[in-house]
């Protein structure tokens, strides 16, 4: 692809990510590309995607310096104007970032001289009873520690708007959506619909709604599935449920979650990829769903998920399976796949190579 334009994310609390940023200033510099900071407090406010990505200049491609909390405020803006987002990982529990910071010069290059693989990632959107809005009577609570809250969600344009369908919200979400109580001593009552069934009446702390890259981030914490990033799936998973029924449902791509305030449940707040976007009340409504498009991610190579799995959540094998001291090998074997196993993507790894 042709980087005419490129658009930083940077955490600026850690030392190595601002050492990167001036590494990838200095490639820009010598490649003439223009580069720009975006997603900046400076103004002590927030921007919606649209206005940071234009702001910074239409960047074509997203380059985060930071951790997983890092690379989804850059998906927030590359997925509003389909910008490719490239993650240096600065991070510690990183399912997301790829690139090691020793590498952010080669990285560049592979992107510039198209020598790289483009994933596409399932994102999230949904519509809601009415416009979401974050009451100010807990602005100043949910801000302590968390830097300015997002602008208020837009609606989409290019949607029908009304109805018993309610109001399209201009919103993406990489990892989930997720409806959970204000009050600690009190529990949110929900009505949950997959595909427009009613599925169960929850009485949680918490419900969410997560695609497969999420899976490993909140819903995985509350006991839900691993699900390859490469899936097409909604992930529901209620937390701390009071019900005998506590477990995940995983839905087809287009069938919908719906998620109902009822009427003797206190308030609930939505939070979308961990950024809490408004508070809705007893017979409001929000329904979750896959958006049209995809999350684009620049990769060097096939991302190595459950490697990555086995790795980041400090696997371990069972003590009865190792007691003769044998380990499982590694599989499959060097040797490439025969022809009616071509097709599925399975590792290969050379003759020799670790």
Same mark, same amino acid.
């Given at each position: 692809?042709?980087?005419?334009?490129?658009?930083?994310?940077?955490?600026?609390?850690?030392?190595?990510?601002?050492?990167?940023?001036? $590494?990838?200033?200095?490639?820009?510099?010598?490649?003439?590309?223009?580069?720009?900071?975006?997603?900046?407090?400076?103004?002590?406010?927030?921007?919606?995607?649209?206005?940071?990505?234009?702001?910074?200049?239409?960047?074509?491609?997203?380059?985060?310096?930071?951790?997983?909390?890092?690379?989804?405020?850059?998906?927030?803006?590359?997925?509003?104007?389909? #910008?490719?987002?490239?993650?240096?990982?600065?991070?510690?529990?990183?399912?997301?970032?790829?690139?090691? /910071? $020793?590498?952010?010069? #080669?990285?560049?290059?592979?992107?510039?001289?198209?020598?790289?693989?483009?994933?596409?990632? /399932?994102?999230?959107?949904?519509?809601?009873?009415?416009?979401?809005?974050?009451?100010?009577?807990?602005?100043?609570?949910?801000?302590?520690?968390?830097?300015?809250?997002?602008?208020?969600?837009?609606?989409?344009?290019?949607?029908?708007?009304?109805?018993?369908?309610?109001?399209?919200?201009?919103?993406?979400?990489?990892?989930?959506?997720?409806?959970?109580?204000?009050?600690?001593?009190?529990?949110?009552?929900? *009505?949950?619909?997959?595909?427009?069934?009613?599925? #169960?009446?929850?009485?949680?702390?918490?419900?969410?709604?997560?695609?497969?890259?999420?899976?490993?981030?909140?819903?995985?914490?509350?006991?839900?599935?691993?699900?390859?990033?490469?899936?097409?799936?909604?992930?529901?998973?209620?937390?701390?449920?009071? /019900?005998?029924?506590?477990?995940?449902?995983?839905?087809?791509?287009?069938?919908?979650?719906?998620?109902?305030?009822?009427?003797?449940?206190?308030?609930?707040?939505?939070?979308?990829?961990?950024?809490?976007?408004?508070?809705?009340?007893?017979?409001?409504?929000?329904?979750?769903?896959?958006?049209?498009?995809?999350?684009?991610?620049?990769?060097?190579?096939?991302?190595?998920?459950? *490697?990555?799995?086995?790795?980041?959540?400090?696997?371990?094998?069972?003590?009865?399976?190792?007691?003769?001291?044998?380990?499982?090998?590694?599989?499959?074997?060097?040797?490439?796949?025969?022809?009616?196993?071509?097709?599925?993507?399975?590792?290969?790894?050379?003759?020799? #190579?670790?």
């Amino acid at each position: 692809m042709t980087v005419d334009r490129v658009g930083m994310v940077v955490h600026e609390g850690r030392p190595e990510a601002v050492e990167a940023a001036r $590494t990838v200033r200095a490639w820009c510099a010598d490649h003439a590309v223009a580069c720009k900071d975006i997603d900046v407090w400076d103004d002590g406010g927030r921007r919606s995607a649209r206005e940071e990505m234009t702001a910074a200049g239409d960047p074509d491609l997203v380059v985060t310096l930071g951790g997983d909390g890092t690379f989804l405020r850059g998906a927030r803006l590359a997925a509003a104007v389909d #910008a490719l987002v490239l993650g240096v990982d600065l991070g510690r529990v990183g399912f997301l970032t790829e690139v090691p /910071m $020793t590498m952010v010069r #080669a990285a560049l290059d592979a992107v510039r001289e198209n020598r790289l693989d483009v994933e596409r990632r /399932m994102l999230l959107t949904m519509r809601a009873s009415c416009r979401l809005e974050v009451p100010p009577d807990i602005e100043a609570l949910v801000k302590y520690g968390r830097g300015p809250l997002l602008p208020p969600t837009s609606v989409r344009s290019d949607c029908e708007v009304g109805g018993e369908w309610g109001i399209p919200l201009d919103v993406t979400a990489l990892n989930d959506v997720v409806l959970e109580k204000l009050a600690r001593d009190r529990q949110v009552s929900i *009505g949950v619909y997959v595909a427009g069934r009613l599925l #169960a009446s929850y009485s949680a702390d918490a419900l969410l709604v997560a695609t497969p890259t999420g899976s490993t981030a909140y819903s995985f914490a509350a006991g839900g599935p691993v699900v390859s990033p490469r899936a097409e799936t909604l992930v529901f998973t209620p937390v701390a449920p009071h /019900m005998t029924f506590n477990r995940s449902v995983v839905a087809a791509p287009d069938e919908p979650v719906g998620l109902r305030v009822l009427e003797r449940s206190g308030r609930a707040a939505v939070s979308i990829d961990g950024q809490l976007r408004g508070v809705i009340g007893p017979g409001d409504w929000i329904g979750v769903y896959a958006a049209p498009r995809r999350l684009r991610v620049a990769r060097l190579g096939p991302m190595d998920f459950y *490697g990555r799995l086995r790795d980041r959540m400090n696997l371990t094998d069972a003590p009865a399976a190792v007691a003769d001291g044998m380990p499982a090998p590694l599989w499959p074997e060097s040797s490439p796949p025969p022809a009616d196993l071509a097709h599925l993507a399975m590792p290969h790894r050379p003759a020799g #190579a670790e």
